[in-house]
């Protein structure tokens, strides 16, 4: 029995890593763009999952090949290393404790090393728009563990953004944080995707997502994949740039 929990984060750590090689295999090559463009400044900042690191995911921004990307900054942060509960305690990277594997819609939360992630990934999204961007033009976007930060990142960040993904996420936190997001917040669109194969995170707590928003009243596009299991496919990444395409603002 122990053994077997202690399988499954590597499952999910050693799935991130073939999906990273996919990426690099099937990536298409970026074309050039013309010089001088008008093109407003964006920021996408994308979150890994539980084991993974930033780094290994690089390549998923090689599959935005429009000419609205030409002026993207792409962020990929790596966690840091903590010991995770749901694997007895060993440590890997990871953004927040997780309890249990696979993921339920009914697991435990562990909202306060949630909260603490959330500070930082604000912190981050705080100097970009320090930096000139308009908070419209960012986008935060995660994977599994990284999804369900995406989540709560967005719904508690003080100003309405372009817009926050989830795939193969959950919701993090109790119901008793909705009184913590504020008007701004509920603005901010949300794309989730997931796979109806997924044993990880099952899909039935990818499912619990959009009613949990549509009662505060956010936004949320739901896209479930048959047949896809705890990954991510070249079809979300292509409806992920067509979905962030229609909400970027152009320059003034």
Same mark, same amino acid.
């Given at each position: 029995?122990?053994l077997?929990?202690?399988?499954? %984060?590597?499952v999910?750590?050693?799935?991130?890593?073939?999906?990273?090689?996919l990426?690099?295999?099937l990536?298409?090559?970026?074309?050039?763009?013309?010089?001088?463009?008008?093109?407003?400044r964006?920021?996408?900042?994308w979150?890994?999952?539980?084991g993974?690191?930033?780094?290994?995911?690089?390549?998923?921004?090689?599959?935005?090949? +429009?000419?609205?990307f030409?002026n993207?900054?792409?962020?990929f942060?790596?966690a840091? +290393?903590?010991?995770?509960?749901?694997?007895?305690?060993?440590?890997?990277?990871?953004?927040?404790?997780i309890?249990?594997?696979?993921?339920?819609?009914?697991s435990p *939360?562990n909202?306060s090393?949630?909260?603490?992630?959330?500070?930082?990934?604000?912190?981050?999204?705080?100097?970009?728009?320090? #930096?000139?961007?308009? %908070?419209?033009?960012v986008?935060?976007?995660?994977?599994?563990?990284?999804g369900?930060?995406?989540?709560?990142s967005?719904?508690?960040?003080?100003?309405?953004?372009?817009?926050?993904?989830?795939f193969?996420g959950?919701?993090?936190?109790?119901s008793?944080?909705? @009184?913590k997001?504020?008007?701004e917040?509920?603005?901010?669109?949300i794309l989730?995707s997931?796979?109806? #194969?997924d044993?990880?995170?099952?899909?039935? #707590?990818?499912?619990?997502?959009?009613?949990f928003l @549509? *009662?505060i009243?956010?936004?949320? @596009?739901?896209?479930a994949?048959?047949?896809? #299991?705890?990954?991510?496919?070249?079809?979300e990444l292509?409806?992920l @740039?067509?979905?962030?395409?229609?909400?970027?603002?152009s320059?003034?």
């Open positions: 029995m122990k077997v929990l202690l399988i499954k %984060p590597i999910l750590f050693t799935s991130a890593i073939s999906i990273t090689a990426f690099v295999l990536s298409p090559k970026n074309p050039p763009f013309p010089e001088g463009d008008s093109m407003a964006s920021f996408v900042l979150l890994h999952g539980l993974d690191s930033g780094p290994a995911n690089e390549p998923i921004k090689t599959f935005f090949t +429009s000419p609205e030409r993207t900054k792409w962020s942060p790596s840091p +290393s903590n010991p995770v509960t749901c694997n007895y305690g060993m440590v890997m990277p990871s953004w927040f404790d309890h249990e594997i696979p993921v339920t819609a009914d *939360k909202e090393s949630l909260l603490k992630a959330v500070q930082n990934v604000h912190a981050t999204i705080d100097k970009e728009i320090a #930096a000139g961007t308009n %908070p419209n033009n986008f935060v976007c995660g994977f599994s563990q990284g369900a930060l995406t989540l709560a967005v719904l508690l960040y003080p100003k309405t953004l372009g817009g926050g993904a989830v193969s959950w919701v993090p936190f109790n008793s944080i909705i @009184e997001i504020s008007p917040a509920k603005g901010t669109p989730w997931h796979g109806m #194969a044993r990880t995170v099952l899909f039935e #707590a990818g499912q619990a997502g959009p009613p @549509e *009662k009243g956010v936004s949320c @596009e739901f896209k994949y048959p047949g896809l #299991a705890h990954s991510i496919n070249n079809e292509q409806h @740039e067509s979905w962030i395409k229609a909400r970027l603002q320059s003034s």
